[in-house]
């Protein structure tokens, strides 16, 4: 089987960095975006299977970038994270069809776990869809 394409989405590049090389490590092919707008383009041309998105970035936030990208692919599995979580930035990703939501202060290291599971649900969506 193909590797799963993940599209990480962030303004930190340090960030991208760290959970880059875990992604790859899981097995994954990595694509990388700096904000929504690059977010978008890669959506666009068909390359991700699944998008870890950032829910605060000063291009497009991820919830305006959400709302684009399900213009383009209803269907495509999304993963939110955030470094300020809140009920209202939860509730609002929910109505969009999140895969997962997951805490960014939390990456480090129990984050990782909850980042491999909704990783692994995603990629099981994947599969479901193409059989």
Known sequence: MEK???LLVD?????IM???KRIKK???????AAGGKE????????????????????????????????KVNADIPVIMFT??????????????GVSAYIPKLSM???????LKAALNMAEKKLRKKGD
């Open 83 to 96: 470094a300020f979580p809140d009920k209202k930035s939860i509730e609002g990703t929910e109505a969009l």
């Open 11 to 15: 303004d930190e590049m340090d960030l």
């Open 26 to 32: 899981w097995g994954y092919d990595l694509m990388e």
């Open 39 to 70: 977010a978008l383009t890669a959506v666009k041309s068909g390359g991700p299977d699944i998008v870890i998105l950032d829910y605060m970035m000063p291009d497009m936030d991820g919830i305006s970038t959400l709302k684009e990208i399900r």
């Open 18 to 20: 760290i959970m880059g």
């Open 4 to 6: 799963a394409k993940v």
């Open 108 to 114: 480090f290291p129990t984050g990782e776990s909850a």
